[in-house]
């Protein structure tokens, strides 16, 4: 009965163990379960069943760690579960194409760097390098750059 205890403590931390790398990000409470699970039956096996056997559950148990981990990233599990759409979604550069540069408009919101203004009566974002602008600004346009559109406060 002790030996099934054992067992079954160390199938858990290997389970909990992989739920902890591969579905949970991050530090968990997964991780902490198969930590206590795994130190647990190493306790248990010294108490219980003596020295030596201690010892054979403590080379078993982190045999069990590093094989599981690794027989989990050679399987073709990881690659089931795996995001595989790539994104073929592109910025829409239009609204450059109907600025150029020296237009003036109004900022629509606050510009912390980047935000919306109104430009030829379309309202498009763009960028200041000059720091924080609040909303209604007039603004001018100084370069196009990528599709990305610099403006600066207007001088009046």
């Given at each position: ?10 199938i ?17 409470v997964?991780g ?16 219980n ?12 148990s ?95």
């Amino acid at each position: 009965m002790d030996v099934l205890i054992i067992i079954v403590l160390i199938i858990a931390a290997v389970i909990l163990f992989l739920v902890e790398l591969f579905v949970i990000p991050g530090i968990s409470v997964a991780g902490f379960a198969a930590l206590g699970c795994i130190i647990y039956a190493n306790y248990y096996a010294f108490a219980n069943l003596g020295t030596g056997a201690g010892f054979i559950t403590l080379v078993v148990s982190g045999v069990a760690c590093i094989g599981s981990l690794v027989w989990f990233m050679r399987s073709k599990t990881l690659d089931k579960i795996a995001l595989k759409k790539d994104i073929t979604s592109k910025i829409d550069k239009s609204a450059a194409e109907k600025v150029k540069v020296g237009d003036t408009g109004i900022t629509i919101t606050r510009l912390a760097q980047i935000g919306n203004a109104e430009i030829n009566g379309n309202i498009i974002e763009v960028k200041t390098l000059e720091g924080l602008l609040n909303e209604k600004t007039p603004v001018i346009v100084t370069r196009i750059t990528d599709g990305i559109i610099y403006v600066e406060k207007q001088k009046p």
